[in-house]
């Protein structure tokens, strides 16, 4: 099976920059997604194509590949932006899979 | 502007089948490209990827589960349905259908999800 790795939580405080990796075999073959749940919520859509940001997504979220590491920085972090982060790769031969998540905590 | 609804029961029994209904509007799954997926989250875990239907009908799903899995689509009720057969306490999650815009593509818009508890 195909797993994909992210650190299980991180911090941040207000104003200042968190970068959550997420890391694969191969992973700058396949495409990486990477989606936000806030508590009680339903995932939504931050990050696609590695780099892509769709309409609605504020510019402070931003994506990156580097090597089998996928990248989502969220720069001057808000209080609103207290979640868990799922990064996800699409591949044909593996289809959808996503990481364990990522609990962000904004102190 | 594109929306999904799961549906189905909120308790199941272990052994049983469990039956979900994903029921949306916005889009067409007879359009070329556009693909319907399942996705499970047990409580306090993470994102669970179980299923997928595509406009001309190509299934995938996930191989730990698939023996167990079903997807089918209802073009003219604009529903998907997922089945999982034999359900035991591990399969309580909250199950999501999501839209896709092509094979390739993320998934771009999520139903509110359902909870199913498997339990006698």
């Known amino acids: 099976s195909y797993d994909l790795t992210q650190p299980p939580s991180l911090s941040v405080s207000p104003g200042q920059t968190v970068t959550i990796t997420c890391s694969g075999d191969e992973l700058v073959n396949k495409y990486v997604s990477w989606y936000q749940q806030r508590p009680g919520q339903s995932p939504v859509l931050v990050v696609y194509?590695?780099?892509k940001r769709p309409s609605g997504i504020p510019e402070r979220f931003s994506g990156s590949m580097s090597g089998n590491t996928a990248t989502l920085t969220i720069s001057g972090t808000q209080g609103i932006d207290e979640a868990d982060y799922y990064c996800?790769?699409?591949?044909?031969?593996?289809?959808?899979?996503f990481g364990g998540g990522t609990k962000l905590t904004v102190l | 502007q594109i929306t999904l609804k799961e549906s189905g029961p909120t308790v199941v029994k272990p052994t049983q089948t469990l039956t979900l209904t994903c029921t949306f509007s916005?889009?067409?799954?007879?359009?070329?490209?556009?693909?319907v997926g399942w996705i499970r989250q047990p409580p306090g875990k993470a994102l669970e990827w179980l299923a997928l239907?595509?406009?001309?009908?190509?299934?995938r799903y996930r191989p730990s589960l698939k023996s167990r899995l079903t997807i089918s689509k209802d073009t003219s009720k604009n529903q998907v349905v997922l089945t999982i057969t034999n359900v035991n306490p591990e399969d309580t999650a909250t199950y999501y259908c999501?839209?896709?815009?092509?094979?390739?593509?993320?998934?771009?818009?999520w139903g509110q999800g359902t909870l199913v508890t498997v339990s006698t």
């Open positions: 916005g889009f067409s799954l007879s359009t070329a490209g556009v693909g």
């Open positions: 996800q790769a699409w591949a044909s031969n593996i289809h959808w899979v």
């Open positions: 194509q590695d780099t």
């Open positions: 239907i595509y406009w001309d009908d190509d299934r």
């Open positions: 999501a839209h896709s815009e092509d094979s390739g593509w993320p998934l771009d818009s």
